[in-house]
Nanobody
Framework: QVQLVESGGGLVQAGGSLRLSCAAS????????MGWYRQAPGKQRELVAM???????NYADSVKGRFTISRDGAKNTVYLQMNSLKPEDTAVYYC??????????????WGQGTQVTVSS
């Protein structure tokens, strides 16, 4: 019922910047949380940044001070501004959203992923 469409990935040199966008569409009543995960080959998928309803923001320690997450609730869109990129940031980045369902339960949605490659 919900689709997540990412944009903004690409190839940059170390020290450069990218901005990722993710727009949620479909039958959306509300969204509990939106954010970004990333996964490199052979590694676990890890949280990069997340905004939770109520204003809480979580960042991975490895990106604190370099990445900034923001959200436009009216447009159901989340952004990730990525500055001072390092080769270690190279990964597939996945948009994530959580929507409430009846009672205390929720549904999780994932984008298809966008490749971010940072060259030395």
């Amino acid at each position: 019922q919900v689709q997540l469409v990412e944009s903004g990935g690409g190839l940059v040199q170390a020290g450069g910047s990218l901005r990722l966008s993710c727009a949620a569409s479909g039958n959306i009543f509300s969204i509990n949380a939106m954010g970004w995960y990333r996964q490199a080959p052979g590694k676990q998928r890890e949280l990069v940044a997340m905004i939770i309803s109520g204003g809480s923001i979580n960042y991975a320690d490895s990106v604190k001070g370099r990445f900034t997450i923001s959200r436009d609730g009216a447009k159901n869109t989340v952004y990730l501004q990525m500055n001072s990129l390092k080769p270690e940031d190279t990964a597939v980045y996945y948009c994530y959203a959580e929507t409430p369902v009846h009672g205390p339960f929720s549904d999780d949605y994932w984008g298809q992923g966008t490749q971010v490659t940072v060259s030395s």
